[in-house]
């Protein structure tokens, strides 16, 4: 049998509040054995990048990387953000080392292709170096990766975190149970997003697509289920998504295959 890992995600709005990001941290500080933490950041480097005078350019929700903007990225995300997870990792005495996709090559991307638009340094996860991973953990380290990864051959890209977490769980199934983890700022994937007691305890690819088809579940939201979908049927163990109460209570969504849910 596979050894387990705990592979948790924390999502931009929960790593902006400093009170749900301890709270976020400490269940993860406290999963036992082995466990990779990834983090977004997408809002801070917004923020930061007005600072420095630089505007932000989305599409559809997306950030447009510029080399001016990737360099905003790398400086909040493999810096600010990704020293402060770690710092409070180790306040947790949880022995965490940061890491971008680049150290130790964990993460080998290839820039993505210009079509009807140009979203700049972006990178599309090629390849995962699961040795290094293993190293680390086997030396009794927790990594925790920022959502910068690179090309080898010298250029740093941007790369959603969501797909990075799902990239890295099915990379690492082949040698590991691997549960993965979404943690975002609400309590699990809701009817109603307005109301804490909606969460869809099993969610299923049918119900996904009728929910999705009506509205119900919409933005963020989608591109964060089809890689979870997507991780889940790659042999993924299990796969969680919702608040850091919800997920320590084991009350946020949990993604199935089939439709014979639990009672
Ligand atoms: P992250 O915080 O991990 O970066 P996103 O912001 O990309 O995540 O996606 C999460 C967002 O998805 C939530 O803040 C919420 O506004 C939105 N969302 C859309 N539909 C739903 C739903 N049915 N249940 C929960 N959240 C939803």
Redesign the pocket.
Known sequence: MKEPLHLF?I????LENYEELEEALGFFGNLPGRKVLVH?G?RRASQMSRQLGIEPKMYEGRRITDSASLEVVVMVYAGLENKKVVSMLQALNCNAIGLSGADGNVLLAEKRPVKEVDYGYVGDVKKVNTQSLHTLLEAGLTPALCAITHDGQGQLLNTN??TIAAELAIALTEQYQVNLY?C???P????D?DDADSVIRYLDPELYAA?REQG??????I??LDNAFRALKAGVASIHVGGRKALALGKATQLMWTTDFPE
Do not use: H, L
């Open positions: 995600k999502g931009g709005a929960v977004g997408g975190a969501d979404y975002f700022e609400k699990g994937v809701m009817t997003i929910y119900i579940i919409a933005e963020g939201m591109p964060k």
